[in-house]
């Protein structure tokens, strides 16, 4: 009995746990960003360094701040101008721009299936013969890499529980089975590590472990 609550207790909290890892990680990142420019501050107005909890404090403010100024800019024409003028200027750099434009343009594909890709989802032999994952076709197209390549399909593979970083592979059309999923199951599949499995066909929601 006890073991069947901890496993339904697990099972239950399991989506917020990921979900919370995941805004952890994105928000440690940009409270980074914001602890440097708040001890110059307090260094160029001879303060005291504030204390850590202050430094989050402030920092989480600013983040807040600084994601609903984003949010904003985004709904208004000028807004957009300005964060295109932002997207010219990042990728005018070097080095930066590679690294920029890929992350971008991957997020994008991803969210809307820009240009086609990732749009389809597909079942591919990942890491070796014998074991099955989900993908998504980048390009039906890699004549670019190897003679023969036009037979070979670009496959994008996310990790769990973040599906922006993952591993592209060239497989042989042959090898790669397509799958009746959206895109948007795979990566709550993905994102959840394979435990929130996508519905049946002729159903419209997820089940999770143990349910019927």
């Not at 995941?22 to 914001?34: E, M, P, Q, R, Y």
């Not at 037979?151 to 497989?171: D, F, K, Q, W």
Request: proline share 8%; with cysteine; charged share 10%.
């Amino acid at each position: 009995m006890i073991r069947k609550y901890l496993l339904a207790g697990l099972f239950t909290l399991l989506p917020l746990v990921v979900t919370l890892w995941i805004l952890k990680g994105i928000f440690t990142a940009l409270v980074g960003i914001s602890r440097e420019p708040l001890t110059w501050v307090a260094h160029l107005t001879h303060m005291p360094d504030p204390p850590t909890w202050a430094l989050a404090a402030i920092s989480a403010l600013v983040t807040v701040l600084l994601l609903l100024v984003v949010g904003a800019l985004m709904g208004n024409f000028i807004g957009r101008q300005l964060l295109g003028w932002m997207d010219e200027l990042m990728m005018s750099l070097p080095v930066v721009k590679t690294v920029y434009g890929a992350t971008r343009q991957l997020m994008g594909a991803i969210q809307s299936g820009q240009g086609g890709s990732f749009k389809e989802v597909v079942i591919v032999e990942w890491p070796h013969p014998g074991s099955h994952t989900l993908g998504f076709v980048a390009s039906r197209d890699c004549s670019w890499a190897i003679p023969g390549g036009q037979n070979l399909i670009a496959v994008y593979i996310p990790t769990a529980p973040n599906p922006t970083s993952g591993y592209v592979v060239m497989i042989e059309a042959s090898k790669v089975q397509p799958a009746d999923l959206s895109a948007d199951q795979a990566l709550t599949w993905a994102i959840s590590g394979g435990v929130v499995t996508p519905p049946r066909p002729g159903t419209g929601s997820f089940r999770m472990p143990g349910k019927p």
